[in-house]
């Protein structure tokens, strides 16, 4: 089968940063699916994984870590899906990737993709609805439906996980959304995703916080650069209030700094449930089934704003460049072989 992938951790400038490859179809076990791939989305985890991750001696490595495609094959346990069913999920970091014209993924954290949506449209949406509604739901506590009185402060509301959490937030909670971004058309683009407020991460939170009539916020989402944000974050947190985060700080974080308001800080990675085989890995098929629900009615639209075709070496590596340019405005997606 067609695979993209890599012998050597490599700077995207480099030709063989990634390469076409040529590789055994894989063979699913017990609980999986063997999806054939139509669109795969590509994200920082991507990139991270591609600049770090050494692959083992003769074994090259698939990244990839959102994808939608049609059954081929199951394993044994496999509930839930037929041969031909179109399915939408993020796959496991822990195993090799989707870009390939193959690939296996546990039944249990896939879900049928949205009707409605085209492939492309669809592989952008697994890995940030997910992180997404974990960040929301479990790590920052909001019940849905809730949220009144409330504040969610989303720093770096332009990328891939913001555009969907504002619209998860707007949609499912009563909470005031509040977007952070810096360039004209990232602040139109979370206008555009239904945040009530945008302001500029590159000025003063708390003025401009306080120019909305919000002297403070009850949940902070950290998407980005939070050790650059941290002491700003802090200041603008109110008392008993949640931080979480998604993002690698370069530098440590002052955790005494919350003890004076007793704020709690909060990690989200949605690797986390398929990484560990946690007791509850099946919410996240769930919580994908709810999302393309919410996709074929309108409440949720997709994040991507640029597509490139073939899945191939090339295409990837344009990918990978336009994310590590710090740039981007919601989800690049690559289709086809």
Do not use: C
Request: proline content about 6%; aromatic content about 4%; glycine content about 8%.
């Amino acid at each position: 089968m067609k695979a993209v992938g890599y012998h050597q951790a490599l700077p995207i400038t480099h030709p063989e940063a990634l390469l076409d490859l040529e590789l055994p179809a894989p063979t699913p076990g017990p609980r999986d699916l063997l999806v054939r791939v139509a669109a795969v989305s590509v994200n920082p985890v991507d990139t991270k994984v591609r600049k770090s991750r050494q692959p083992q001696a003769g074994q090259p490595e698939v990244l990839g870590w959102d994808a939608v495609g049609t059954v081929e094959g199951l394993g044994t346990e496999v509930q839930g899906f037929a041969i031909g069913d179109r399915v939408y999920y993020a796959g496991a970091i822990n195993r090799p990737g989707a870009n390939a014209e193959l690939h296996l993924v546990d039944h249990r954290i896939a879900a049928h993709a949205p009707a409605r949506l085209s492939d492309a449209e669809a592989a952008a949406l697994p890995l940030t609805a997910i992180t997404a509604w974990e960040l929301l739901f479990s790590r920052l506590g909001v019940a849905e439906g809730g949220g009144a009185g409330q504040q969610l402060l989303v720093m770096g509301a332009a990328g891939g996980v913001g555009s969907i959490l504002v619209q998860l937030a707007r949609q499912l909670t009563q909470l005031t959304v509040i977007g952070t971004a810096s360039r004209p058309e990232t602040q139109a683009w979370v206008k555009a995703q239904g945040a009530h407020h945008v302001i500029d991460h590159t000025q003063p939170l708390r003025a401009q916080l306080a120019a909305l009539g919000v002297p403070e916020v009850s949940h902070i989402a950290s998407l980005t650069h939070t050790d650059v944000h941290w002491n700003a974050l802090v200041d603008v947190a109110a008392p008993q209030g949640r931080i979480a985060l998604i993002d690698d700080p370069d530098q440590p974080l002052d955790v005494m700094a919350l003890k004076r308001k007793s704020l709690s800080l909060h990690w989200e990675l949605m690797f986390t449930r398929s990484l560990f085989g946690t007791p509850d890995i099946a919410e996240q098929g769930r919580l994908l089934a709810r999302v393309a629900q919410l996709a074929d009615a309108g409440q949720v639209r997709t994040t991507v704003t640029r597509e490139l075709s073939p899945i191939n070496a090339q295409q990837l590596r344009l990918a990978h460049a336009e994310l590590e340019s710090g740039r981007m405005r919601g989800k690049l997606v690559v289709s086809g072989f």
